[in-house]
């Protein structure tokens, strides 16, 4: 089996799985539809593409950093009252389109949940030679990414390189280990012994569930199914080095 290693740490993150209208929250680790997001834009696809390909990898997620959540209270659109005046009609009044489709001059507040400082470990593991072929695709792709990369939401850049470098001890990305047994040995953070774990369960009947899983990313037509996940604290394996990069977050 081969699996592909991603890292995502950036000064802030956000992965929506619930998200509605004003109220915009984050889970604790990457959603399977950032990730698959994340994948997209470094091969370039477009929003009307297929991405079923991507979403049938199998995902999992080593939280190196659990990071501290983050409420960005704010308005969006709305005008001063001296600035009306000077709009010859209403159409010219700059406006905020609100989810029943009506539009309002007046400020509309919402509120978007971030995780800051957080560190992740991602990996992505295939079950067929066409799934193998994908991750090295994959892997040439986020050498040089067609689009930019974003950790959740366009704004949220990544602090580190997604891609692992080719050299040992932290490279290289890919690996031929199940996705479990690559998590686990991949360097640890120093002084950390034990960690929070997240994968994919297709045969849980009392896991986790998100609905997360991208069917399509069109604008006028998103679409996702669910799946259930299992939350593990695993100790830290023997023999398995630090990763220095990670020691000013001990």
Request: aromatic share 6%; hydrophobic share 40%.
């Amino acid at each position: 089996m081969l699996t592909l290693l991603l890292r995502l740490a950036g000064p802030l993150q956000s992965w929506g799985t619930t998200s509605a209208f004003r109220d915009r929250a984050t889970e604790r680790e990457p959603s399977k539809s950032g990730v698959v997001g994340l994948l997209a834009a470094a091969l370039g696809r477009e929003r009307s593409e297929p991405i079923a390909d991507l979403a049938a990898l199998e995902m999992g997620v080593r939280v190196d950093h659990e990071g501290t959540l983050l409420r960005d209270y704010h308005t969006v659109g709305g005008t001063h009252w001296k600035e009306r005046r000077y709009a010859r009609d209403d159409a010219q009044r700059y406006g905020v389109a609100e989810f029943d489709g009506k539009v309002t001059n007046n400020a509309v507040l919402t509120q978007r949940h971030y995780l800051a400082d957080a560190d992740f470990l991602v990996g992505l593991a295939a079950a067929t030679a066409d799934q193998e072929e994908l991750l090295h695709v994959v892997d040439r792709a986020l050498v040089a990414p067609a689009w930019p990369l974003a950790l959740g939401r366009k704004a949220c850049v990544p602090a580190r390189p997604v891609r692992l470098p080719d050299a040992l001890p932290l490279g290289p990305g890919l690996r031929a280990e199940p996705l479990r047994a690559a998590l686990l040995a991949y360097p640890w953070p120093p002084k950390k012994s034990l960690l929070r774990f997240v994968f994919d369960d297709p045969t849980s009947q009392s896991g986790i569930m998100r609905r997360d899983v991208p069917v399509a990313f069109d604008t006028l037509n998103r679409r996702y199914q669910t799946r259930f996940i299992t939350i593990e604290d695993l100790p830290r394996p023997a023999n398995v080095p630090d990763d220095l990069t990670c020691q000013r977050r001990t």
